[in-house]
């Protein structure tokens, strides 16, 4: 009788404490690779069922979605799940969409036909878990372009319009006197703008004015891609490029200069310093030793003859100098010259004086 209360007790004691060790054996299943999620386990924790993740459905709607633990590791999981398919989308009218899939998270790109642009924000559809979101299709209208810009010095070759279709052309003109720099047509284009960009009128090239230059070709006005040469004086030179076209932005050159040539102020600053030494007045001359004065007076003229060679050895000096300086540059020559011409002047002037001077006393001892 005893045994018949007891034996069954110790029985569910030692099945309770079996299920107690399972469970303390298995950790909680994942099977992420499979596109699952963990629905539930089992009181006894023996057991885990599995659902596919939104979005996803089964590859096997049949396949057993629950494991088992058994020791300590859980058994395998043969059900795995698959993304959903939304289904590719129509096209819609005078455009189509450009998706990235038809998958659940795919999306679909609305794009008008050429000519055509959408109405209104575009916004992508996106695969959701119950098809494509979106309520309607996007509308995608004609192509429509306000009239384009007017131009300075040109204008509109027809009268324009409030808009205008995708692909029709402009023209515009300039007025007398200007030329049409860029393209004088204009196309409607795709997206609402008339392209290529407005031409411009332009009325050519201000005159060059290049000092001590002739002009040998070329004559104004100096309209576009109109060509001018030119050449320098005779003692000068030309630095820069002597034949300049006008363009759209100006003359396609700087402008040349005409500099004078080294040798040909160095031969004219020269030949100014000779004829200057040569052609002195008569009245600053220097004085000449007189032949026919008295022999009481000859001491007197000995002296002045002796004085003449010095002054002549002293412009000979001077003439050295201008040499050099000469030969050092135009500009010290130039001041060396003034030096020179105005020393010659004072002692020209101081000898004439002295000599003037003397020959009244030579005649009071005759």
Not at 154 to 171: C, F, H, I, T, W
Not at 206 to 213: Q, S
Not at 272 to 293: E, G, I, Q, Y
């Amino acid at each position: 009788m005893g045994c018949k209360v007891l034996c069954p007790s110790f029985a569910l004691l030692a099945y309770l404490m079996i299920c107690e060790h399972v469970r303390a054996q298995c950790t909680q299943p994942s099977f992420g690779s499979n596109n699952v999620v963990l629905t539930g386990i089992s009181a006894d924790g023996s057991t885990a069922t599995f659902e596919c993740m939104i979005g996803y459905k089964p590859v096997d709607s049949k396949a057993s979605r629950s494991v088992t633990c058994k020791g300590n590791q859980w058994t395998n999981l043969d059900f795995t799940c698959t993304k959903k398919s939304c289904g590719p989308l129509p096209d819609i009218i005078n455009g189509r969409y450009e998706m990235t899939g038809i998958l659940f998270g795919d999306t679909a790109k609305p794009v008008c036909n050429q000519g055509y642009m959408l109405a209104g924000q575009e916004t992508p559809r996106v695969c959701r878990e119950k098809g494509w979101d979106g309520q309607s299709d996007p509308l995608c209208e004609s192509v429509k372009c306000l009239p384009p810009p007017a131009i300075e010095n040109g204008q509109l070759v027809d009268v324009p319009l409030d808009s205008y279709s995708y692909l029709q052309a402009v023209s515009y003109r300039c007025n007398e006197g200007f030329d049409i720099v860029g393209e004088s047509s204009l196309f409607c284009s795709d997206d609402g703008n008339f392209k290529p960009g407005p031409p411009e009128c332009f009325g050519g090239c201000l005159k060059p004015i290049i000092p001590n230059a002739i002009r040998i070709s070329g004559r104004p006005p100096y309209k576009l891609k109109s060509t001018v040469e030119y050449k320098c004086e005779k003692g000068y030179t030309m630095k820069g490029e002597s034949s300049i076209t006008c363009e759209a932005n100006g003359w396609n050159h700087p402008l040349p200069q005409c500099i004078v040539s080294p040798t040909t102020l160095t031969t004219a600053v020269t030949s100014r310093v000779h004829t200057t030494s040569m052609t002195l007045p008569k009245d600053k001359a220097l004085p000449t030793t007189p032949t026919t004065a008295a022999t009481s007076a000859s001491s007197r003229v000995h002296t002045t003859s002796k004085a003449l060679p010095e002054e002549k050895e002293e412009t000979t000096n001077t003439n050295k100098s201008v040499a050099v300086g000469v030969g050092i540059g135009v500009s010290v020559t130039v001041a060396v010259v003034a030096g020179i011409l105005f020393g010659l002047y004072k002692k020209s002037t101081r000898s004439k004086h002295q000599h003037s001077q003397k020959v009244p006393s030579d005649a009071s001892e005759l």
